[in-house]
């Protein structure tokens, strides 16, 4: 059974840091490529950051220079650290899980989301 748990959301001021937390278990961790997305109320969601098996990181332009993702292969754990944080960041953070085979989706997987709100 897969499991994509998420943990590290909750209110936070303007400014300020979080880390959030996704353990993975069911999955060949390190032959995914892994992300986290966000959805704000009334909007649709989108990707936040990603970073391939092999290390390779993108960033959304809204985040950029204030996100960092990271993974930790050895723990099956993928970290989202949020620096400078606006209230504009606020959503439920979602973790995501992709196989992708010559540049083919395999397969993919969700987890349940942890809201981060952002406000004084």
């Keep these: 059974q897969v499991q994509l748990v998420e943990s590290g959301g909750g209110l936070v001021q303007p400014g300020e840091s979080r880390r959030l937390s996704c353990a993975a278990s069911g999955i060949n961790f390190s032959s995914y490529a892994m992300g986290w997305y966000r959805q704000a109320p009334g909007k649709q969601r989108e990707l936040v950051a990603a970073i391939t098996s092999g290390g390779s990181t ?3 332009d809204s985040v950029k220079g204030r996100f960092t993702i990271a993974r930790d292969n ?9 620096n400078a944080l606006k209230p504009e960041d606020t959503a439920v953070y979602y973790c995501h899980a992709d196989l992708v085979v010559d540049g083919e989706r395999e397969r ?3 987890g349940q989301g942890t809201q981060v709100t952002v406000s004084s």
């Design 108 to 110: 993919d997987y969700w």
């Design 74 to 82: 050895a723990k099956n754990m993928v970290y989202l650290q949020m």
């Design 58 to 60: 993108m960033y959304a």
